[in-house]
């Protein structure tokens, strides 16, 4: 059987720490010369400098900021391509590595937050909000607010109606406004959406959402305004004539309240306006 020379292995034992060395100093001047391309913002020469250097040194885990920063200056929000893609999965890899080390990092966190939600990684993205929430929860009325956003973004409208209704009351008329502003805009322009049931549950949410923000608000012109477009929207759905013809009224009874609710809020604006000098 061979026998590996000891000679040999004893070199290997003694040159690995060199080897080691070497690799960092090597490491080191990959990142440098990233950097270099980063200021100059030739950001397409600088990623794979960086990757590099994490090759050469696994350790040096700050690195893994650059390497993330480079791929988000690459990334286009919204293009659809492969390139682009691999842009956003880079970012997104980098910041988690880095994070794993600098969790501390307040803008990094923002970062990632951002290119979960880009990415349609809504699920990561509510996780990871649900994770700061437990770390530091003086901020979970802040925390909570991103997820209504990313739960609307999502066209998770139920879930972002449930949230809503768990907000400090003086919160809620904004919140339960989105959602209905957002269901109104989906049965109004996705092409998409032709299910009758689906269109009619949504419908419902949107009124029962902006119902309850102006039973919290009753004058919010906006829900007003919204509660009437849905309602039209909701006889749009119905065949029976009779309820159709009760909900265009009650829509039109809305329009009348917002447009004079207008009126008057412009008037006191008015009274309250310094009176120019003659």
Known sequence: MHRPNPYLVVLLLLTAPVLSGCGKVQARAELKKGNTFYQQESYAKALPLFQRGLELDPGATFAWRSVGLTALALYRPGEDNQKNKEYE?????????????????????????????????????????????????????????????????????????????????????????????????????????????????????????????????????????????????????????????RLITEATEWQKKASELRKKQQAEQAAQAPKQAA
């Open 89 to 245: 999965q880079i970012a997104i890899d980098a910041f988690e590595n880095y994070l794993e080390d600098y969790p501390e990092d307040a803008k990094v966190r923002e970062y990632l937050l951002t290119m979960y939600v880009n990415a349609k990684q809504f699920d990561k993205a509510l996780g990871y909000l649900d994770q700061q929430i437990q770390a530091d929860p003086v901020r979970k009325a802040e925390y909570e607010g991103m997820k209504m956003n990313i739960l609307t973004q999502a066209g998770r409208l139920d879930q972002a109606a449930q949230l809503a209704q768990r907000a400090p009351r003086d919160q809620q008329p904004q919140l339960l406004y989105s959602v209905g502003v957002t269901a109104w805009d989906k049965l109004f322009r996705d092409p998409t959406l032709t299910d009758p049931a689906a269109r009619n549950k949504l419908a419902d949410l949107g009124l029962n959402s902006i119902k309850q923000a102006l039973e919290i608000k009753p004058d919010y012109f906006e829900a007003m305004v919204y509660y009437n477009l849905l309602l039209r929207q909701k006889a749009n759905l119905t065949t029976d004539a009779v309820e159709r013809d």
